[in-house]
């Protein structure tokens, strides 16, 4: 089956979780903070120890090396590591950074020189540039004005609708999960709902 298909997923004291997302498909995550949304996405992307089985489209990711399932499980942070100061290191080819409100001249400057919503915007372009087949967001937008939120999510709907790619979105704004998402669902500590 294409998409991403967790069953059974144990993290933390959390679980078992299971839950389907089909190729091109966004589901939006919800919670109160400290619920373990990001223990998920962490799970899911290998990052932490779990239990349980993950496939996206039929491979399991206990039979690849961890390193390949990340690169095709692509995994954006609410804050991402950045190793270097020179931001072009942290891109194997200069991508177009046009559609996220960067000039040309963004790469020959130091990553501390950007502001927080920028770093956020600058870390999606990194990921999506290395085209991961699937989506795991972790509130995307939460650092970013009203505009450019809007401009990160016509990028996302863009990349998901291209590569076909099934996309999990934690947001904590219930308008934008709403907008962004086929199927919205809450976690609570007993476990994964469909949220109303």
Partial sequence: MSGLE?????????????????????????????VGKTLLLRALSDLDPHEGVVRLDGVDGNEIPAHVWR???????????????DLGAHFSTQ????????????????????????RQRLALARLLASEPRALLLDEPTASLDPENAER??????????RHDAPVLWVSHDVAQARRVASSVLELTPEGLTQAT
Avoid: H
Wanted: hydrophobic residues 45%; glycine residues 12%.
């Fill in 152 to 161: 990160v999510e016509a990028i996302l709907e863009a990349y998901r609708v």
């Fill in 6 to 34: 967790v069953e059974g997923l144990r993290f933390r004291g959390l679980g078992p979780l299971s839950l389907s997302i089909s190729a091109g498909q966004c589901v939006a995550l919800m919670g109160a903070s400290g």
């Fill in 95 to 118: 991508v177009d950074l046009a559609p996220l409100g960067f000039g040309p001249d963004a790469f020959a400057r130091e990553v501390s020189r950007f502001s927080t919503g920028e």
């Fill in 71 to 85: 690169s095709r499980l692509g995994m954006l942070p609410a804050e991402s590591a950045w190793w270097a100061d």
